[in-house]
Nanobody
Framework: VQLQASGGGLVQAGDSLTLSCVAS????????TAWFRQAPGKEREFVVA?????????KYAESVKGRFTISRDNAKNMVYLQMSSLRPEDTAVYYC???????????????????WGQGTQVTVSS
């Protein structure tokens, strides 16, 4: 599956922004999907992940709990990351990722995902 992320931009602290990730080649409904981010000078880190089945609330990094929400539209083969109450420390390049075989204990692991989008820049000014 090929992934393409979009929706990044420059926003102010406290604003909201929604990132999109469109998939082609395979239906995302059979994939676990996730968002990771990489801030300047830092390692890429886990943000949020969701399993294939409906009803799963998602696994969230502590730093984004209550502010970020992952969702998907299987009909459009898209995954979204809704971000609210953005902070300057959320500034990063955000990557979507997907894989058909991710066990629950590995949802937050980058190594569990074999398919990655190109990244979209999110900059939050104070």
């Amino acid at each position: 599956v090929q992934l393409q992320a979009s929706g990044g931009g420059l926003v102010q602290a406290g604003d909201s922004l929604t990132l999109s990730c469109v998939a082609s080649g395979r239906p995302l409904s059979t994939y676990a999907t996730a968002w990771f981010r990489q801030a300047p000078g830092k390692e890429r880190e886990f943000v949020v992940a969701a399993k294939y089945s409906g009803g799963y609330p998602g696994k969230y990094a502590e730093s984004v709990k209550g502010r970020f929400t992952i969702s998907r539209d299987n009909a459009k083969n898209m995954v979204y990351l809704q971000m609210s109450s953005l902070r300057p420390e959320d500034t990063a390049v955000y990557y979507c990722a997907a894989d058909p075989s991710v066990i629950s204990s590995s949802l937050a692991s980058q190594n569990a995902y074999r398919n990655w989008g190109q990244g979209t820049q999110v900059t939050v000014s104070s």
